[in-house]
Nanobody, 128 residues
Framework: QVQLVESGGGLVQAGGSLRLSCAAS????????MGWFRQSPGKEREFVAA????????YYADSVKGRFTISRDNAKNTAYLQMNSLEPEDTAVYYC?????????????????????WGQGTQVTVSS
């Protein structure tokens, strides 16, 4: 098992930046593909980005492509989400998630049901 703790959320003006961190403990971090998801009130949990176990492959939702960057440091057991050019529509609770069962392909990586482990979430609020 792996335990995940997100940090780095907060209040930022439109056009600003934030970097979210997801610290992992437990089993070897490099055995997990990692994903970031977000959820706004009244909406379903939405895929944001995912990264393979080695960090060599990444996927992004169209809504964040070119603005957000996912990365990981396996030596530090941490995944990151760098968010630039933030928009009010990015306001949500952001969750990191881990999965170790399947191959790293876009169709699997964007589905919350394929992730076994979740953090508690961190609030990101973007003001206009």
């Amino acid at each position: 098992q792996v335990q995940l703790v997100e940090s780095g959320g907060g209040l930022v003006q439109a056009g600003g930046s934030l970097r979210l961190s997801c610290a992992a403990s437990g089993r070897t971090f490099s055995t997990y593909a990692m994903g970031w998801f977000r959820q706004s009130p009244g909406k379903e949990r939405e895929f944001v980005a995912a990264i393979s176990r080695s960090g060599g492959s990444k996927y992004y939702a169209d809504s964040v492509k070119g603005r957000f960057t996912i990365s990981r440091d396996n030596a530090k057991n941490t995944a990151y989400l760098q968010m630039n050019s933030l928009e009010p529509e990015d306001t949500a609770v952001y969750y990191c998630a881990a999965e170790d069962k399947g191959s790293f392909v876009y169709s699997r990586s964007r589905s919350p049901s394929n992730y076994d482990y979740w953090g508690q979430g961190t609030q990101v609020t973007v003001s206009s």
